[in-house]
């Protein structure tokens, strides 16, 4: 809990500083003071007195209250803080009377000037410091500030019913939804009678209508588009007909990098077939080194500590994403090795990408890559070396060391030309 002094502080801005008027409905009168800088992404902080005329269980009364929000620099475009208002005032009458609303305006502009002077509640929306703009729970709150740049964004999405018997009737939407900016949904099914049902989370639609694997939520809008930094990250994606995983990159917001809501959203709308495990760390980012996993399935889904399943590297790709050589392996049957003329025979797999680095006896000086892709791979069988997509045919390189590093750089980079531009 942050405490503060109850004494006047002449050093903050408050309501005796003029208020922006920025206009009124038929029963509304708005003022805003605008408090703190402007932050990177556009948004100040502003105290907002709202005086109103409503109409209640009751009976009549005029209504005024002091609320928190962020506005952009036109002021179109809002963004409330958690916090509930404070009641500054409220008269019960029978009708309304525009000359009383005005009245009440000015009254409540008297009050608030008063109460600014020893009230600490009302005195923390006018400190762009307080935790009404920063740390909600310090100020006793269990309240939530959403980020500014997803606040003015609903995003739409379906919810798919995978049929019994997929293969033929595939997958059907069921119900229809949007995800507001606070992350609850609204949902409308397709159903007879049609019914709208208010969630807590997009992700509960599924547990709404049935079990969570016949069910699939399939976003229609991407996420917010922000100028956040963006990491590239490489994910398991399901091969057609489900004979196998391959894998994908896309980029997402580096800082939802190991949420388990968010960093779902960012890679789940760009695979509607979905995608299996945790994502993997190409860029290195400040958290997470190149080949690590954001252990979103591991720290959430499986109950493992976040931390433990960081340390054993759960999920992590090291050798195709990271720097590490430990995943190839070579071949020691040395009668193999005389019968097929190699000295030295090194293989790396992983899903349905394989690397094979050959160094022949017959030259020992050259070392041989070949890159291919291929679900049905036997490194003991010769005839499968020939099959496959092939991304490098038969390089050659000086040394063993430099064939491997180019092969994985040479399917990285396959991967990296499917994968979504950085600002997208």
């Known amino acids: 809990m942050i405490h503060r002094a109850s ?18 409905g038929p029963a509304t009168v708005i003022a805003r003071w605008p408090i703190g800088d402007v932050d990177t992404k556009g948004w100040r902080p502003h105290a907002e007195l709202r005086v109103t005329f409503e109409h209640s269980g009751r009976g009549n009364c005029y209504t005024a209250k002091l609320t928190g929000l962020y506005a952009n620099s036109d002021g179109a475009a809002t963004h409330a803080v958690g916090v509930a208002p404070v009641l500054l005032y409220q008269r019960h009458v029978k009708r309304f009377r525009r000359i009383q609303l005005e009245r009440t305006y000015a009254r409540a502009q008297t009050m608030l000037r008063t109460r600014f002077a020893h009230d600490r509640q009302v005195r923390a929306f006018f400190d762009p410091a307080s935790p009404v703009f920063t740390d909600l729970e310090s100020f006793g709150i269990g309240f939530h500030i ?4 997803r606040a003015h964004r609903a995003r739409r999405w379906e919810l798919h019913r995978i049929a019994d018997d997929p293969d033929r009737f595939g997958t059907y939407a069921v119900a229809h939804g949007v995800e507001f900016p606070d992350g609850t949904a609204a949902m409308r099914g397709n159903g007879f009678p049609e019914s709208t049902v208010a969630l807590g989370a997009t992700f509960h639609a599924a547990s709404a209508l049935g079990p969570e694997r016949s069910h699939r939520v399939v976003w229609i809008d991407p996420p917010p588009s922000t100028d956040w930094a963006r990491v590239r990250v490489a994910v398991r994606v399901p091969l057609a007909d489900d004979e196998g ?3 994908a990159i896309c980029s997402i917001l580096t800082n939802v990098l190991g949420h388990p809501r968010h960093e779902l959203e960012e890679i789940g709308w760009r695979f509607p077939d979905g995608w299996r495990d945790d994502a993997v760390v190409i860029d290195p980012v400040d958290e997470f080194t190149a080949g690590c996993s954001t252990q979103t399935l591991y720290s959430h889904e499986n109950d493992l500590d976040s ?5 054993e590297h759960h999920g992590c790709e090291h050798t195709l994403f990271g720097t590490s050589t430990e995943g190839w392996t070579d071949e020691t049957d040395t009668h193999f090795r005389e019968a097929v003329g190699v000295a ?8 349905d990408w394989h690397a094979v680095v050959i160094r022949r006896t017959s030259q020992p000086d050259i070392a041989s890559l070949l890159v291919f892709r291929d679900n ?3 490194p003991d069988d010769d005839a499968t070396f020939a099959s496959g997509q092939r991304i490098v045919d038969n390089a050659p390189y000086p040394n ?3 064939a491997k590093r180019a092969g994985i750089a040479a399917i990285v980079d396959f991967l990296s030309r499917q994968c979504d531009s950085p600002t997208s």
């Open 344 to 351: 030295e025979l090194w293989v790396f797999s992983s899903l």
């Open 376 to 378: 049905d791979f036997d």
């Open 7 to 24: 004494t006047f502080d002449p050093r903050l801005p408050g309501p005796a500083d003029a208020p922006v008027r920025i206009g009124a």
């Open 146 to 149: 959403p980020d500014p740049a």
């Open 245 to 247: 995983d391959t894998w």
């Open 400 to 402: 063993v060391e430099d």
């Open 307 to 311: 931390e433990q399943a960081r340390a």
